[in-house]
């Protein structure tokens, strides 16, 4: 299956320092999706970008499909932007995959005051 | 905004009992999965399921069955429980059946001790 691949496995910053997470995918695919998992465990997501860029306030993400990586950025990090980031992917082809992701094993963020 | 709601946050239950996992989306979600996830193997999906009474194997399903009677409402089964089924459970749902390109939503997850 496909692999994904996330670095760096651990970051930790101090407040108002901006980042760059990266996740690179063995296969062409159809769906990437980034996600924040809060201390408590919350599973939150963030950006649905199987191409292109997108912004949403201080994070941005973008994926590059052809060379198969994709990108989130974060900029004037906050503590609250802690916990854990994940990049997931579908590949393409097969008709009946329906939005089956496949997880990276994720980054490891601490942001501190 | 979406929500996917799982019915209980923790739960503690012995080896050989039959355990259920509810969840519930209120989008009107075609797709519905369950997920597992254990330190230092990532989340690995179990189950999912595209439609109601419709059903298909993730990755991980050995020692669990799914149920999808009504559409928001999906359930994880562990026949008999195992103290390796000791994890935390994620249950999400996503729209649009068969277009694959809709963001997934995850309900708070069931962290399951099994003793």
């Known amino acids: 299956g496909i692999q994904v691949e996330q670095s760096p496995p651990d970051l930790i910053l101090q407040e108002g320092a901006n980042s760059t997470l990266r996740c690179n995918f063995s296969?062409?695919?159809?769906?990437l999706q980034w996600f924040h998992q809060n201390p408590w465990g919350q599973l939150i997501n963030l950006f649905y970008?199987?191409?292109g860029t997108k912004q949403n306030g201080r994070l941005s993400a973008t994926t590059v499909a052809t060379e198969r990586y994709s990108l989130l950025y974060i900029s004037s990090s906050q503590t609250t932007d802690s916990g854990v980031y994940f990049c997931?992917?579908?590949?393409?082809?097969?008709?009946?995959?329906?939005?089956?992701?496949?997880f990276g094993q994720g980054t490891i963020l601490t942001v501190h005051p | 905004d979406v929500k996917v709601t799982q019915s209980s946050r923790y739960l503690v239950k012995r080896t050989g009992e039959k355990v259920f996992l509810e969840c519930v989306q209120d989008?009107?979600?075609?797709?519905m999965f369950w997920y597992r996830q254990d330190p230092g193997l990532g989340l690995r999906l179990i189950y999912f399921?595209?439609?109601?009474?419709?059903?298909e194997k993730g990755d991980i399903p050995e020692g669990y069955s799914v149920s999808r009677e009504k559409k928001e409402r999906f359930s994880l089964i562990l026949e008999s429980a195992s103290t390796n089924q000791t994890s935390m459970y994620l249950c999400?749902?996503?729209?649009?059946?068969?277009?694959?390109?809709?963001?997934?939503?995850f309900g708070n997850g069931t962290r399951l001790t099994v003793t």
């Open positions: 999400a749902s996503s729209s649009e059946g068969r277009a694959r390109n809709s963001p997934l939503h």
């Open positions: 296969d062409s695919v159809n769906n």
């Open positions: 970008i199987p191409s």
């Open positions: 997931a992917v579908e590949t393409l082809g097969g008709g009946t995959s329906y939005g089956k992701l496949t």
């Open positions: 989008m009107d979600h075609e797709n």
């Open positions: 399921s595209y439609d109601v009474k419709m059903k």
